[in-house]
Structures are given as structure tokens and as C-alpha cells.
């Protein structure tokens, strides 16, 4: 997330607060034999990544493959954590549970607290980015509340909730507001005059401008808020899972620690990983639908 | 004295910042009857467009009056249709649903839901944009985008027509064009119609009365030419008109000899 000052003329052409990179292909090379062409995008896409995952193993196993090595080669890691490879919905007692009930208790709290944020940041940032005063008032104040770490939070929702549960999702929450509000605000402040005008002439009310103007106008960068609040909610629901334990990835983890299960560590990154990933596709793909492809992203 | 239908009565505009005062427009009245069609021409700065956005409602000039149908205008509105330099359409709604925002606004109480859609068509269909009803904008051209801006603001059944540089980021062609549907359009309907141009071409072409402001700061109205030339108007046979000749050049030596464009230092 790129630091971003609020206090910018609402006229001037501001970037997004904060813009999410990815990386474009370039130009596929002219092929010099045909195959035929949905064999060749499969080839094209999916060749090159296992090439480099089959590559990224062989070193690993290659690393650590001697007895005294500090961590598990892959096929140490296979032959550890089967039991957990095999089965994500087992469920045993307590936190002993399948990779996929952690998971999903991870999610759960993500789901609440990243809900909440994006109701509060579009809501908080539309007032910022409609009103001078507000945001003259209320920009100080979150431009130093959001440099404040997630974890930094945890004991004071735990003092504040006296249970774990509500104190991750508050986690989650205060660390997902703040690129949402910016962004919202950000790109209402930079709603074009032109549309202003139009609703002016067309003489919408206090509703209508928002729903036909304000919202469509603003949903590319509200979006990419969107997009940076859910990778911020996955990284910070780990940390705080460590810490105030239950059924949860980031819980799981620790207690794998605690009972030097490295195996099982391995696995559960695999996880985190790819669950990290399908929630940003998952916005992302929200976001082009919503706005019909206008995310510049 | 009976007012015009669209009356401008001492119109002064400045603005203020950081305590210094520059005057924009001085003492800027205009009468134009229903069914004119009226130019205002001037070099660039000149204030035009901010008397555009005056009678439009945009702007509030600083001291005087606008009438329009024997009401004071002080806020925009829909009765008077603004087609805008650069289109201004949505980009999120599709052509069809640029229009009948303007249109379920103007007349959510007048007419039925099947009467207004029948209305947005017979609106693009004028423009002749029935076609692409359903593209967005992003996906027409320019000259088509500034119909459909024309389609909007005519849907609104505007008393004025507030026309800002409406062809002017359009290719010469295009601009001819779109120059002559207006002209029919004008014929067909009759509406009144203020635009603001720096092309002489068409002002001359469109116009039964041209308004040249003299160079700002402090512009005001310079001269009012009236173009006495019938309609329907051609533009090849135009071209010879002594008329037409006449026009243009009294609009050129204004701008060019009496009031010149002084390049600021």
C-alpha cells in the first residue's frame, strides 16, 4: 500500500491512492509448429509455472535433503503430513481438526471483519471525499491511525471484547478500513466535474446522485480499495490467530510450532497461499464485473 | 417592454481569488426569441462559455439577470438542455441508458414507463443512434458520442438548447455532418438553441443571429450580425451566397482586425 495524503485539490488529477500491480505478459512469441489452439493457451499458461514449481522442488529437496538439515525436504514433508494432505475435513476434538475447518474458521473472521470494513470505509470515505470539513477533521486522524500495525490492536480489542474471537475480527477490521476509505474517498474527490454537472442539469437528488453517479463513478478505485483490504485481512488474520488461538490457520500454525510439526507448517503456507490468492481473483473478478471492466488494476 | 423568451439583462461576472478581482464578462445583455438559433463567437478566454454556464444555471453571475419564459434562472435545470464540449455521457450506462436517465427524470411523472422508452428511441433515432442503443459509450465514436449527447439533452424537451463547442474535438467531416443534422433538427422542432463556437464557418452556417464578444478580460458583447439567409441552407451552394460571403467576412474582420487575440506576455 503506497502512503497517501488526503489533502489533495479536489480538482487535481490524483492517482489512486494505491494500485494493485500485476505483472502483463508480453507478447507470445510466434509459435513455429501449430497445435491446436485451446491445447496451445494450455500449454502457453500452465507449462511455464510447473516448470518453475518442478524446478523450485528439485532445489529445495536438493537443500535439504542431508539427515541434519533444520528443515523438511519436500518428500520428508509428503511422508510427515499425509495424514493432513489427504484429509482437510477431518474433524477430531478440540483444535484438532482438518486443514479445511481451519481454514474455513479463518474465513468466517475474515468474512466479518472484511464485511464491516467495507461497509464502514465506502461509508467513511464517501463523507471524506464529499465533504471538505470532514475531511479536514477526520483525514489527520486517520492518516495516523493507519500506520498503526494490525497486531498492535490485539490487546487493546482483547482488553476491550475480553474474548478472542471478536478481538480477531476487530483486527481484521481496523486493518482493512483504511486503504477502503482512502481509495472511496479518493475516487470521489475525483468524480468529474462533467458528471456533476449532468446530475445538476438533470436535476438528481441526494440518492440518485449517489447510486447513478457517485458510486459508478467511484467504483474503480472503491474496488482497488476492496482488492488491497482483503490481502491486508489475510496477512493480519494469521498473526492474530497465533495469538488468541481456537480453531484457525494462523492458530494452527503456532501450535504446529509449539509441537515442532515443520511439516505441518509447510502445509499449511500451501494453504494460506492459495487461499490468499483466490481472494484477491475473487474481488478482482467482482470488481469487473460490477464495473464492467473499467478497473484499472 | 415584453421580454424575449430567453433575456440576459446585465450580466457581469468576476472572480475573486486571493483578494484580486478580474472581470470576466461586462455588462452582457442578450435577448433571443423561441425558436432562434443563436451564436456566440470570441476568442478563446473570452468568457463564453462562462455565460454558457450562466444561463445554464452552472455559474452564478456575479451581478444580473437571466429570464427564461418570464422565470429567473438561478439553478440548473432541465429545461435548459446543455450538450457538452466533450460529450459527457456516463461511461458505466450504455447510449440507451444515458438517454433515459435524462428521460425517467424529466418525465417519471408525465409519461408511462412504455411512453418514455418509446421517447429515449424516438430521441436516438432523430440523432440516428437507434442502432447502437445498447453499445457504450466507449465503443461508439466521437462524432456519435456527441449525438447522443445531443439526444439527451433534446429528450429533456428543453425550452433552450445550450450548445458548449459541440463539435469541436470532432474531425472536420464528422463535423459537417453533425452540422447539418442540427440544422434539420432545428428545422423539425424548432427549438430555441444558443451555441457557443469559434469556428466563423459555422457559426454562419447555423445561426440566424451571430453574438461576438470582444477579447477578455472584462469581455462583453462586441456586435450582434444578423445572417438573413433562408432555410434550408446547403453548405455547397452556400459557399457562393453574397449573403453568406458577406457574413463570413464582417465575423472575420471582427475577430481578426478590430479584436484580434492578444497573446498574453
Same mark, same amino acid.
Given at each position: 500500500m503506497s502512503v497517501t495524503n488526503?489533502?489533495?485539490?479536489?480538482d487535481a488529477a490524483a492517482k489512486p491512492s494505491a494500485s494493485i500491480v500485476t505483472l502483463s505478459r508480453a507478447a507470445p512469441p510466434s509459435a513455429g509448429f501449430r497445435m491446436p489452439g485451446f491445447v496451445k493457451t494450455l500449454a502457453d499458461n500452465v507449462l511455464p509455472p510447473i516448470i518453475t514449481l518442478a524446478f523450485l522442488l528439485v532445489a529445495w529437496e536438493f537443500l535439504c535433503s542431508?539427515?541434519?538439515?533444520s528443515l523438511p525436504a519436500p518428500s520428508r514433508v509428503l511422508e510427515e503430513s499425509w495424514a493432513l494432505i489427504v484429509d482437510p475435513f477431518y474433524v477430531g476434538q478440540g483444535t484438532d481438526q482438518g486443514m479445511f475447518w481451519h481454514i474455513f474458521a479463518s474465513l468466517q473472521r475474515v468474512a466479518v471483519g472484511y464485511a464491516l470494513a467495507a461497509i464502514a470505509g465506502i461509508a467513511l470515505g464517501t463523507l471524506i471525499g464529499q465533504s471538505d470539513l470532514a475531511m479536514r477533521g477526520l483525514d489527520p486522524i486517520f492518516q495516523v491511525l493507519r500506520t498503526v500495525p494490525p497486531l498492535a490492536w490485539l490487546p487493546l480489542s482483547l482488553a476491550a471484547f475480553r474474548d478472542g474471537n471478536p478481538s480477531a475480527i476487530f483486527v481484521i477490521f481496523i486493518t482493512a478500513v483504511w486503504p477502503v476509505i482512502i481509495n472511496t474517498a479518493v475516487g470521489i474527490r475525483n468524480i468529474p466535474q462533467d458528471y456533476q454537472n449532468v446530475s445538476k442539469v438533470l436535476r438528481l437528488n441526494g440518492y440518485e446522485y449517489f447510486t447513478k453517479i457517485m458510486l459508478p463513478a467511484a467504483a474503480p478505485y472503491i474496488f482497488t480499495g476492496l482488492r488491497i483490504g482483503i490481502g491486508l485481512s489475510w496477512l493480519a488474520i494469521v498473526a492474530a490467530e497465533m495469538l488468541i488461538g481456537g480453531v484457525g490457520i494462523g492458530f494452527f500454525i503456532w501450535d504446529a510450532w509449539n509441537s515442532s510439526l515443520i511439516s505441518d507448517i509447510i502445509v499449511a503456507l500451501v494453504y494460506v497461499g492459495i487461499v490468499g490468492f483466490l481472494l484477491d481473483r475473487v474481488i478482482a473478478l467482482i470488481a469487473n464485473a460490477v464495473t464492467r471492466g473499467n478497473v484499472k488494476a | 417592454m415584453s421580454k424575449s423568451y430567453l433575456s440576459l439583462e446585465f450580466i457581469d461576472k468576476s472572480f475573486e481569488r486571493n483578494g484580486v478581482r478580474s472581470d470576466v464578462l461586462t455588462q452582457v445583455s442578450l435577448g433571443v426569441e423561441k425558436g432562434e438559433f443563436i451564436s456566440i463567437i470570441g476568442h478563446? =478566454?473570452?468568457?463564453k462559455s462562462t455565460l454558457l454556464n450562466i444561463v445554464a444555471g452552472l455559474t452564478k453571475a456575479t451581478t444580473g439577470v437571466v429570464f427564461l419564459d418570464g422565470q429567473v434562472v438561478d439553478a440548473p435545470g432541465p429545461d435548459r438542455g446543455v450538450v457538452f464540449q466533450n460529450h459527457s455521457l456516463l461511461p458505466w450506462l450504455t447510449v440507451y441508458e444515458n438517454v433515459s436517465l435524462a428521460v425517467d427524470k424529466v418525465f417519471s411523472r408525465t409519461k408511462s414507463k412504455a411512453e418514455r422508452h418509446d421517447w429515449v428511441m424516438r430521441n436516438l433515432d432523430l440523432v440516428q443512434m437507434g442502432h447502437a442503443k445498447?453499445? *457504450? %459509450?466507449?465503443?461508439?465514436s466521437g462524432g456519435m458520442k456527441q449525438r447522443v449527447g445531443i439526444a439527451r439533452a433534446l429528450a429533456m424537451e428543453p425550452k433552450v438548447l445550450l450548445l458548449d463547442e459541440p463539435f469541436g474535438a470532432l474531425d472536420a467531416l464528422t463535423r459537417a455532418h453533425l452540422q447539418d443534422q442540427v440544422m434539420q433538427i432545428h428545422a423539425e422542432l424548432g427549438n430555441t438553441v444558443m451555441m457557443i463556437t469559434h469556428d466563423v464557418d459555422e457559426a454562419v452556417l447555423l445561426s440566424d443571429r451571430i453574438v461576438m464578444m470582444t477579447n =477578455? %478580460? +472584462? +469581455? *462583453?458583447?462586441g456586435e450582434v450580425l444578423d445572417v438573413p439567409i433562408a432555410r434550408p441552407r446547403r453548405r455547397i451552394e452556400l459557399a457562393t451566397d453574397p449573403t453568406y460571403i458577406r457574413c463570413r467576412s464582417a465575423v472575420l474582420k471582427f475577430l481578426y482586425e478590430r479584436h484580434r487575440l492578444v497573446e498574453a506576455a
Open positions: 488526503l489533502n489533495i485539490k479536489s542431508s539427515p541434519t538439515s | 478563446s =478566454g473570452c468568457g445498447d453499445k *457504450r %459509450p466507449s465503443e461508439v =477578455g %478580460p +472584462a +469581455a *462583453r458583447i
